[in-house]
Every structure is written in C-alpha cells, then in structure tokens.
C-alpha cells in the first residue's frame, strides 16, 4: 500500500466516525426534541442549574480521576479499590467530625494523611507483588482488595446511612465592604456553600498535583519512570521507590477527594463505588495515564451527568454519560487528550 493510498484511507475513516457520531448524536436530539425545547424555553433554570451543579461536581471527579490515571500512568495498574479507598477516607473525615467535632474541611489534612500512607503500604505489600504479573492477576488483586474494604466497613460501621450537616451551609460575611451571603445564586441557579467548596477546593489540589508533577525532581522522576523505568533506573531513579510514592499520590487525591464531598453526600460502605465508575469513564475519556485529560475529563462528565438526568428524566442520568463516553471513543479511541499510538 503507498503513502498516499494510506492516508486516504485514513481520511475515509476519519469521515465515517463523523458520519456516525453525528447521525448518533441527531436521532437522539429528535427523539428528545420536545423535552430540549422545554428546557431552553420555559424550563431554561432546570438547565442552568444542572449545568452548574455538575460543573460542581465534575471538580471532584477530577480531582479523583488525576489519582487514578497516575496510578495508571506510572504502574500502569488499573486500580479497582480506589472507590474503596475513597470511602474509608469518607468515614474517617465523618469519625473525626462525629465523634471530636472536627470542623469538616479540617479533616482534610488527617484523611489526606492517612490515605497517603494506606496508599504506600497497599502498594508495597500487596500491589508490588503482581507488577509485571498478567492484567487478570491485577485485576483480581485490587477487586478483591475493594471488595475486602466495603465489607470491613459494612462490619465497623454497619449498612446504616450517615450524613453530616454544615453548620454554616447557609449565612453572609462583609469582605472589604463587600456582603458576600450563601448559597450563592446566579441566571437563577444555586450554588451550595459545600459543593462550592469541594469544587475550588478540588481544583486547587489538581493544579497543585500538576504543580508537582512538572516543577519538582519528584515530579520530573515520576515523568520519567512514566515514560521509561529502564532508562529512569539507569540514570539512577529509585523505581521501586517512586511506584510507592506514586501509588501514595493516587490515594491521596480520593483522601482529599473524601473530605470535600462528606458535606453534601450521605455515606454508606459502598458510597465510593459511584465515583469509582465515573473515574474509569473519565481516565478512558481523557486518556489513558494522562493527567489533563482526567481534569478536562471530569468536568465535561459532571456537566454532561447532570444535564442527562434532566434530559432523560425517566432514565439513569449516567445514560448520558455512556452516550457521550462511546461516542467520544469512536471518534478518538486513545481519548480526548491521549496520543494515538503510530
């Protein structure tokens, strides 16, 4: 086959995904059409405040999406306990606030820790010992490792339902003569103070992470071990060491993750299992072990979530969700932001 022969095929290719996803994309719209007029027409404030919410939310799925595609990116293990992981993070922040009265946003540094150093021992006891091992062995492991957390808490804390409650979810401060009062509103949507925090909160601990990975020597090792163990090993990277720290990284980004959304969420032993499905979708979406794509990622599934389950209101509003996921990779099976392989 020539060059030239290639990249027309190529091109054919290219424009049959386009057909196809179009054509997807607009027998859904009709079938639709009389719900999307109501919503851009007089129900436009369901929208809006749909599109904020799961902007909102998307922060946080973000946030625990990064752990995750590093985790990938470096060991390239596919963690199914990290929803699991998230949970005894949740627990935790809600035994330091029930039982001490820790302000919630202030368990962040204990649960942050604790998932830290939870993270370094999964991987250097359990985690370690299948690397380079088949995917299935992998998988097995970290299934069962969720599998052994949900229950643990099922026996601690019992199936019983918890929640917590903001004291200050609803008030005003003057800042600079300015009157700053919550939840905050706009275009008719609500903003409430905890999923507003989670939000920023979330963000700021991505841009931190990003931070870390490309303006410190353990960011710049971490790359390189990402890229090339061999290589990293030889020019003297501690690999062993850096998958520890990796792994610990991963885990501390749903330690984080955890405290942000105990405000607004109710915790059961299996609360993380939502979050661990929507990480997977959004790590496949952005691409594989690339961590702008889990932030972009993230934030394009809580929207697209939240405006499903206004769309489809008979429906799971992850229906959306799995629309937009198989779409996206036929269009692009290396994801959003991964790089196609040569």
Known sequence: MTPNSARTGVRREAVVRWAVTFSVAGIVL????????QLIGPGRSVLIQ????GLLIGGVYSLVSMGLTLIFGVLHIINFAHGALMTVGMYTAFSLVANL???PYAT???TVGLLLIIGAAVQKLLINRVMGESLEKQLLLTLGLAIFIENLLLVVFSPTPRAIQLTYDSGSLSLFGLEISWPFRAFGAVATLPRTLAFVGALVLAGLLFLLLRR???????RAVAENPRG???VGINVPRIYVLTFALGTGCVGAAAALVLPFLSLEPTTGDAFNIIAFVVVVLGGMGNVIGALVGGLLIGVTQQVGG????DQSNLLAVFIL?????????EGLLGKAKA
């Open 325 to 333: 996921f198989v779409l996206a990779l036929y269009l692009r099976p």
């Open 30 to 37: 009709f079938l639709n059409g009389d719900r999307i007029g």
């Open 310 to 313: 206004v769309l489809f209101v």
């Open 232 to 234: 990293a090993a030889l």
């Open 108 to 110: 962040i540094l204990v």
């Open 216 to 222: 410190t020597k353990l960011g710049t090792a971490i």
């Open 50 to 53: 749909a599109l904020v919410t």
């Open 101 to 103: 009265g820790f302000d």
